[in-house]
């Protein structure tokens, strides 16, 4: 006969049971909630946001600009260029002389340069080299390089160098980029990796719990004996155990993530719930396509890594020329 201390002692075992499939429960469907409103996050988006304000994209840029900025440096070597000299003597209210000159240039692709200009000279004691009419003296005139510079002058060997400047400086940006674009992905997947197992445990504590619930009811009804009930309890702690490292894993990924997304003026993001991986049954671009062998053969030949070494031969011929 069953005496009052064992009735008690189901009685509260019962409650107790009870109030950790609550406790379980809640958990998951808060759990649940919090993924529901955060935001998916496909690694195209995250790339996006690392090539947008990551510190090491910026640099990237930075190199670029000033590549670009040379370019235009040496470009503006081809500007006309105006220039002017007024050299002027007066004492005792005399005027002893006064040069005045007026010269424009204007250099053109072929190494040439045309120039023109005006200059009147007057005053009581100009030299017979310095003589001009009343009216001034219009002069013109075209130079020309000679020698080295007739097939290859100065100012067109530094626009070419500049180029050459330019189209290192882009792919050594795209070769950053794309360093770091890869360590991106790997930290992306890894995070992936550790929400979706995060995602099956939290399945997996759901199902072993409704079990649990299911084999206590058939143990109460006397349909399976009353240590399946113990076996089933078991199994609930070691999946909360697995669910706990789950959480942990996908935590600390998640702030590994939030080191490669930076917000305006330089800050970093704070890891927090606000992303979710994009679910893999939507995929964004097609990899088939992307890993065709026409593909690969046109990215492997738009390498950066080839593309610099390119640039430096074309630079290597021009300084022979």
């Known amino acids: 006969m069953m005496t009052l201390k064992n009735k008690l002692f189901i009685f509260f075992r019962g409650k107790m049971k009870g109030l950790i499939c609550v406790i ?7 759990s649940n909630a919090i993924s529901q409103n955060a935001i998916p996050l496909s690694i195209d988006v995250f790339f996006d946001k690392i090539k947008a304000a990551h510190p090491l ?15 235009l440096k040496a470009r503006g070597k081809f500007d006309p260029v105006l220039s002017g000299s007024l050299n002027q003597k007066n004492f005792a ?11 424009i240039k204007i250099p053109i692709w072929p190494g040439l340069d045309i120039k023109g200009g005006y200059e009147i000279n007057r005053g009581a004691f100009l030299g017979p080299e310095d003589n001009t009419p ?15 510079g007739l097939l290859i002058d100065e100012r067109r060997a530094g626009i070419r160098t500049a180029e050459i400047l330019q189209k290192s400086a882009s792919a050594r940006q795209s070769e950053l980029m794309n360093d770091l674009l890869f360590e991106a992905s790997i930290v992306y997947w890894e995070w992936y990796r550790a929400y979706r197992v995060n995602e099956i445990y939290k399945l997996s504590l759901k199902n072993a719990v409704e079990r649990f619930e299911a084999i206590k009811f058939n143990a109460a009804i006397g349909e399976r004996p009353e240590i399946d009930t113990v076996e089933a309890k078991i199994q609930i702690q070691n ?30 993001s704070e890891p927090d719930s606000t992303y979710i991986p994009q ?8 990899l088939d396509e992307l890993m065709s062998e026409p593909n690969l053969i046109k990215l492997i030949g738009n390498h950066p890594y080839l593309e610099q070494i390119r640039q430096k031969s074309t630079s290597w011929t021009l300084k022979e020329s």
């Open 239 to 268: 999946i909360r155990v697995g669910l706990n490292q789950a959480m942990m894993d996908y935590r600390n990924a998640g702030i590994i993530l939030s080191g490669y997304i930076w917000e305006n003026e330089n800050k970093n």
């Open 57 to 71: 994209a910026q640099q990237a840029s930075v190199q670029n600009d000033i590549a670009d900025a040379e370019l």
């Open 279 to 286: 679910d893999l049954n939507q995929p964004e671009s097609d």
């Open 134 to 148: 009343a009216g001034g003296l219009a002069f013109g005139g075209i130079s020309i390089s000679l020698g080295q």
């Open 93 to 103: 209210d005399k005027e002893y002389f006064s040069l005045l000159n007026s010269e």
């Open 24 to 30: 379980v429960l809640g958990s998951i469907s808060i």
